[in-house]
């Protein structure tokens, strides 16, 4: 089973920039869909943005136009460019791997915090 390990989150004034990565243990190439949800204090986790591996691409409403969901096969990475951040984007996201198989494996998480 793959291993996903997320990384770059951190502390970040509203209105500013962060950029995750999710490094896969393997090839994610044949992976149904690869995600990143978030979860924030409180709340249930909810999808942020998604990848198909045809290279279609899915994003919550609360993002669209601020985050950007790519991927790099040569090196089994997922990335999150996040942009224009605000203070409800305050949470752990979290990587998914979707398989064509219909299991799911997810990262550790890495937090995010968007304050001034």
């Known amino acids: 089973q793959v291993q996903l390990v997320e990384s770059g989150g951190g502390l970040v004034q509203p209105g500013g920039s962060l950029r995750l990565s999710c490094a896969a243990s393997?090839?994610?190439?044949?992976?149904?869909?690869m995600a990143w949800y978030r979860q924030a204090p409180g709340k249930e986790r909810e999808l942020v943005a998604g990848?198909?591996?045809?290279?279609?691409?899915n994003y919550a409403d609360s993002v669209k136009g601020r985050f950007t969901i790519s991927r790099d096969n040569a090196k089994n990475t997922v990335y999150l460019q996040m942009n224009s951040l605000k203070p409800e984007d305050t949470a752990v996201y979290y990587c998914?791997?979707?398989?064509?198989?219909?299991?799911?494996?997810w990262g550790q998480g890495t937090l995010v915090t968007v304050s001034s």
């Open positions: 990848m198909h591996s045809a290279g279609s691409t």
């Open positions: 393997r090839s994610i190439s044949s992976m149904y869909t």
């Open positions: 998914n791997a979707h398989s064509i198989f219909g299991l799911d494996t």
